[in-house]
Nanobody
Framework: QVQFVESGGGLVQPGGSLRLSCVAAESTFNWWTMAWYRQAPGKQRELVAH???????YYLDAVKGRFTISKDTAKKTVDLQMNSLKYEDTAVYYC????????WGQGTQVTVSS
């Protein structure tokens, strides 16, 4: 069963912006804290941000003030607005719950390069 479908990645210059979007299965979206993760080459996957069912948010220190997580309950989507992108933001970005469940989606590649 497909749980998560991510989109919106791409190639962007440093300082640029991208908006990622994730469509989640309705049952998952309604009951779980939704999260964005990323995995850079040669590194472990890390939690970037999450948003609770009540709308409270958490951000990795490295992205605070630059990234914003939001959700659309009607569309069952979770978005990640990424501004002031840096080289070190280059990674494959995934959405999942805060207690990750299988299967993971394919992710969306974000490459920050000049």
């Amino acid at each position: 069963q497909v749980q998560f479908v991510e989109s919106g990645g791409g190639l962007v210059q440093p300082g640029g912006s991208l908006r990622l979007s994730c469509v989640a299965a309705e049952s998952t979206f309604n009951w779980w804290t939704m999260a964005w993760y990323r995995q850079a080459p040669g590194k472990q996957r890390e939690l970037v941000a999450h948003i609770t069912t009540g709308g409270k948010t958490y951000y990795l220190d490295a992205v605070k003030g630059r990234f914003t997580i939001s959700k659309d309950t009607a569309k069952k989507t979770v978005d990640l607005q990424m501004n002031s992108l840096k080289y070190e933001d280059t990674a494959v970005y995934y959405c999942n719950t805060d207690l990750p469940i299988d299967p993971w989606g394919q992710g969306t590649q974000v490459t920050v390069s000049s």
